[in-house]
């Protein structure tokens, strides 16, 4: 919803001062910065228990789940699968800001739409199973 609001922000700043474009963002980005540090502080007065030291050397719990080979499985498709995605989404969005010539509202309309159906979607890849 944030983004959507940011996008919106966007699309009104460069339809009243088209000259100042990079002004726009750098509000938002300043604004992002000052609720990321709110956030970060927020974070550190949450009390967090103690950890009752482990006998097992780090490396050795580190490896226990790449024994599990449905793990190793998950993490070779979850690779390519991001790698592919991430690769080509810069190249999508700049093909829809400027070819065809989208306002920002539009583009993150998309993203955020992808968002909610990966998220709709995410049970159909299996239930967790815990050891």
Known sequence: MLALSASLYLDYWQ????AWNLYGYSVLFSLGWAVGMLGVYFIALIPEPRFA???????TLLALPFR????RNLLIFL???NFAVNL??????VYL???LQFGVFPVIG????????????LP???VLRTA
């Open 88 to 93: 080509a989404a810069p190249f999508f969005t």
């Open 53 to 59: 030291p482990s006998t097992a050397p780090a490396a």
């Open 110 to 121: 998309l993203t955020v739409l992808g968002q909610v159906a990966n998220l709709f979607f």
């Open 15 to 18: 339809e009243r001062f088209p």
């Open 97 to 99: 800001l400027q070819r």
């Open 79 to 81: 690779g390519s699968w």
């Open 68 to 71: 599990d080979p449905n793990f």
């Open 124 to 126: 159909c890849g299996g």
